[in-house]
């Protein structure tokens, strides 16, 4: 899982959003798959390569038949919570759609169910919305992050006249938000852009420590002189005091154990994803032998000492436990980084993972390993291998020296 940054030096839409995350190596075939889910026809997307003021950049595009039908949030709801996408896709591409419900309703003095969006509603801005939302998923982005807002300047015709910018509705979604404007004449800041990032974002502000590992550009619809009309996007991690000096993390957590023999195993599924959305840093169920001899489950988690307590209060709400044992420990773990490797299958993430800058583990991520063997038809197993091999060709110099000194080995047994 990695950390997403918005730099929005030329506002954010939609389709910038998509573009970026094309660039940085979602795959246009995966994504196609993905939002073949969605109950929706009469629609297509594609994307290419431009140049905006100088910088190559990656344009997402959706043609569509119905372009212009109004729909009320209940309507939305239905076609996203009727596809058979991912249960985190869903909530988060609804939770965009009742923002944006939201913002409307204030701006016309009326409710949420009673919203009608407009341009908002119609067919691109699902799959605006919902898409952004898989290709997240995709690329294993857990957090995102946004540079203040460059919303633009002048006035934008809209289903409520000609307004200043930002629009209304877009002011609305942009309250608490850092904005401002270099005088670019246009709306650069879209409601579904705002809805977006307003919604997923953790904060907006100047830019953190941080460690860059892949970078995407996407193309706005306009060429602009001077200005090059692209969000930029930055995938990598946040970087704490150990890791900015290339020490190996240190960290003190807390590890919860319950021991569990009456519980419908069908509960632990959902109960491990819930503690993993939640921020436990690991779950994992251990099969036990417990009092006479009846078989059940300890059950494990790894927490930042922080949420212990809640993590500990969910436990007791889901599971038949009536005990939590804890206690507190280190942990020492990897320097950790994301990198490309591209293929014939297309541009998939690689997970590594390095000791005092050395290359100790990889492993090609494995969503993006599935949606490639799916768009392609081949084994998955083949897509992976394949990976390996290239990401091996790529840096078998580094790999093979590091592991083969006998100071870097010297080092670690000193340990």
Request: glycine share 8%; net charge negative.
């Amino acid at each position: 899982m990695t950390t997403l940054r918005f730099e929005c030096f030329s506002g954010i839409s939609g389709d910038m959003i998509l573009g970026s995350l094309l660039d940085l190596g979602l795959s246009l075939d995966a994504l196609r798959a993905e939002l073949e889910k969605l109950n929706v026809k009469n629609f297509s997307v594609s994307a290419r390569k431009v140049v905006r003021a100088g910088v190559a950049a990656t344009k997402f595009d959706v043609e569509m038949g119905d372009a212009h039908a109004h729909r009320r949030l209940s309507h939305i709801a239905r076609i996203i919570e009727g596809s058979e996408l991912s249960t985190s896709v869903k909530e988060r591409a609804v939770a965009i759609f009742r923002r944006l419900a939201e913002a409307e309703a204030k701006v016309h003095g009326t409710t949420v169910e009673k919203v009608h969006f407009h341009e908002v509603g119609a067919i691109d801005a699902i799959v605006d919305i919902v898409g952004a939302c898989i290709g997240f998923e995709l690329l294993g982005v857990k957090d995102i992050y946004c540079s203040p807002l460059n919303v633009g300047s002048g006035f934008v015709d809209c289903a409520h006249g000609t307004m200043p910018i930002p629009a209304p509705a877009t002011a609305e979604l942009l309250k608490g938000i850092s904005i401002y404007s270099n005088q670019v004449s246009g709306e650069l800041v879209t409601p579904t852009g705002a809805a977006i990032v307003s919604t997923l974002a953790k904060g907006f502000g100047p830019m953190p420590d941080f460690r860059i590992g892949c970078i995407g550009y996407g193309a706005g619809s306009k060429d602009f002189k001077g200005t090059a009309n692209v969000l930029r996007a930055l995938q990598g991690e946040l970087l704490d005091e150990a890791s900015k000096s290339g020490a190996k993390a240190e960290s003190r957590v807390a590890v919860l154990e319950a021991s569990i023999d009456d519980m419908n195993p069908q509960i632990y599924g959902h109960l491990l994803d819930k503690l993993l959305s939640l921020g436990a840093l690991d779950v994992f169920a251990t099969p036990v032998q417990m009092k006479k001899n009846r078989p059940g489950v300890l059950l494990t988690v790894l927490t930042p000492l922080e949420l212990a307590d809640a993590l500990a209060l969910q436990i007791f709400n889901e599971t038949t436990t009536i005990g939590i044992r804890y206690h507190e420990t280190e942990r020492r773990v990897l320097e950790r980084e994301a990198e490309i490797v591209e293929c014939e299958f297309g541009r998939i993430n690689v997970k590594v993972s390095k000791l005092n800058g050395r290359i100790v583990n990889f492993a090609p991520e494995y969503e993006g390993c599935r949606q490639a063997a799916l768009a392609s038809g081949m084994p998955y197993k083949w897509v992976q291998s394949r990976v390996v091999q290239l990401f091996m060709n790529q840096h078998s110099e580094q790999v093979f020296a590091s592991m083969q000194s006998a100071d870097c080995l010297k080092a670690e047994g000193s340990e």
